[in-house]
């Protein structure tokens, strides 16, 4: 539980909390990456995300801890988490954006651009994600997908095993958002 207290306190600095009506939160999240190599695809999900969307301000924040990612493959997750991530080092991976040109007045799908900083393995880079937002029921759904370059991020990998990890990995998320409740 003492690992989450950062999480909380980064998201919930995020929130004003004597306006929480156009607060949202989604505490199961769900982000996936793949990475295609000649010797063996790598992917991992990671259904513990936590994040919170403010419709009013058009604000996203996303944290979510490295080590609760799940592979098919103990030592996957044993070189994701030791020799690549370093997730003693760098716990966990943070996003805070705005959706660009957000209509919280139409109940359509809208398809949007959140531009924000997400901040893996310690560097922070500038993005633009591809969104598309639903409203079901008082509940906002967001999800997309997009790339990141290992090299961006400074994940170091032997030159050995550069060629059974691919340089470019996808990442898909999506959140189910519920109003915000004291």
């Known amino acids: 539980m003492n690992k989450l207290l950062p999480l909380f306190f980064l998201l919930f600095s995020f929130v004003d909390f ?6 949202f939160i989604a505490r199961q999240g769900q982000v996936s990456f793949f990475s295609y190599t000649s010797l063996e695809n790598i992917e991992a999900k990671n259904n ?4 919170i969307l403010d419709i009013e301000k058009h604000e996203i924040a996303i944290s979510m801890l490295m080590r609760a990612f799940v592979f098919k493959k103990d030592l ?4 994701f ?3 690549y991530i370093e997730s003693d080092m760098y716990p966990k991976a943070n996003f805070i954006g ?7 007045s139409t109940k359509e799908v809208q398809t949007k651009i959140i531009r924000g900083k997400l901040t893996i393995h310690g560097i922070t880079k500038e993005i633009d994600i591809k969104t598309t937002i639903k409203i079901i029921d008082k509940n906002y759904i967001v999800s997309g997908d997009f790339e990141v370059l290992v ?5 170091k990998i032997p030159p050995i095993l550069s ?3 691919a340089k470019t990995i996808s990442i898909k998320f999506r959140f189910q958002y519920k109003p915000y409740e004291q």
């Open 18 to 23: 004597d306006n929480n009506q156009h607060q």
């Open 48 to 51: 513990q995300v936590l994040s």
């Open 76 to 79: 996957m997750y044993e070189h």
């Open 81 to 83: 988490n030791e020799s």
């Open 98 to 104: 705005n959706i660009i040109d957000f209509d919280t």
């Open 151 to 155: 090299k961006d991020f400074e994940i």
């Open 163 to 165: 060629s059974n990890i």
